[in-house]
């Protein structure tokens, strides 16, 4: 038995917050009637890990928690099965993604990081064969959000540019991969030479240093960066061009550049996660496209402090996989 553990918030030294046990504590809220254990076969880190570490979205109270939103593994009846993560309240009858009293797995409910994890019956989704275990784990945060973002939200069609910022996050790899197969131009920058030359053998069309000056005007932005590429991704938009914004890694209090935004018609977009159905797609579309995650390293669950240690140093390009 093993169990990636926060302890107790740190919000400016999260690693020392980590722990790896021998056995889960006990949950602080039980799981309500009808949920099912998965046996874990691979997990994935995600950057919502780090901001638990650091207490964010998860309060002292609900600790210790075992972390990890992502995990590939088999149900009770030996079906091979994708954990989808955002649980939303039982009487939500819309879609998940707007129930208020939603939260993610490690948020409230024990998470994925252990050997077994309860879910309810309804966010188990079937694994194509096609895929590994290692694969599958990587889908359900970072890829999920990137699908969600390019397909559902941006507005984009099929030979338009698009410029992922950060190009060696786990959810811009992902908007990479899926950006190229979608028929995009796909556009990226990064702080770093060796991840511009990742994600140019990865399929980005051009590479740009943070803040660069683009050649011409792109038709959406997809940020996750946040205040560190902000000011540059509205000025990167064409007017009525449309920023696409699921998290703010660097900080969240940029200046909104009011004026640009309604001169422009630009469109800002909030996006978070997806939907069961939209998870399902997404695990369609590998398996019959062949496009797999990126995956940096895949480490035993024991060695998690290693993956972490990697993630924030920024060292990591993709994802991060742990197996119990
Ligand atoms: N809303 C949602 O549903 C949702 C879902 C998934 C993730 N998120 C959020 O999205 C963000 C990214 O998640 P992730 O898992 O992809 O994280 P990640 O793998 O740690 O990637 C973050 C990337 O941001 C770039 N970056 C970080 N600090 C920067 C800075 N100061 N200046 C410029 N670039 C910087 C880096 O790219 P380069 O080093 O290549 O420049 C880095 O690789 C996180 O904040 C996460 O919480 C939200």
């Known amino acids: 038995?093993?169990?990636?553990?926060?302890?107790?918030?740190?919000p400016e030294n999260p690693l020392s917050a980590l722990e790896v046990r021998d056995s889960a504590p006990e949950p602080t809220t039980a799981p309500p009637a009808g949920w099912v254990p998965v046996t874990v076969r691979a997990a994935a880190i995600n950057h919502h890990d780090v901001w638990s570490l650091r207490g964010v979205g998860l309060t002292a109270e609900r600790m210790p928690m075992v972390l990890g939103c992502d995990a590939a593994g088999v149900d009770p009846e030996g079906n091979e099965v994708v954990v989808h993560a955002v649980l939303s309240d039982p009487s939500w009858t819309g879609e998940e993604t707007l129930d208020p009293r939603r939260s993610l797995l490690s948020e409230v409910?024990?998470?994925t990081f252990s050997d077994t994890v309860l879910v309810p019956r309804r966010n188990l989704v079937p694994?194509?064969?096609?895929?590994s275990f290692a694969?599958?784990?990587?889908?359900p945060t970072a890829w999920l959000t990137a699908y969600r973002m390019l397909f559902t939200q941006s507005g984009l069609n099929p030979g338009d540019t698009v410029l992922v910022q950060g190009a060696g996050g786990g959810v811009a790899t992902a908007l990479i991969a899926l950006g190229r197969d979608g028929g995009f131009r796909v556009w990226v920058t990064s702080r770093d030479h060796e991840r511009r030359e990742r994600a140019l053998e990865q399929g980005a069309h051009a590479a740009y240093e943070t803040g660069a000056r683009l050649p011409e005007r792109v038709d959406a932005v997809m940020e996750t960066?946040?205040?560190?590429t902000w000011g540059h991704s509205l000025r990167a938009l064409r007017p009525g061009g449309t920023v696409v914004v699921s998290g703010a890694t660097s900080g969240q209090a940029p200046s909104a550049e009011l004026q640009r935004v309604f001169f422009l018609q630009?469109?800002?977009?909030?996006?978070?996660m997806g939907t069961r159905e939209e998870l399902q797609r997404l695990l369609r579309l590998c398996a019959t496209t062949g496009v797999r995650p990126v995956v940096d390293s895949e480490l035993a669950m024991s060695d998690a402090a290693d993956g972490f240690e990697r993630l924030v140093g920024g060292e990591v390009v993709g994802k991060v996989v742990l197996v119990p």
Do not use: Q
């Open 1 to 10: 038995m093993v169990a990636v553990v926060v302890t107790r918030p740190s």
């Open 109 to 111: 409910y024990p998470g």
């Open 225 to 228: 960066v946040g205040e560190a």
């Open 266 to 272: 630009l469109r800002v977009l909030g996006s978070s």
């Open 127 to 131: 694994k194509p064969p096609e895929l």
């Open 135 to 139: 694969d599958a784990a990587c889908l």
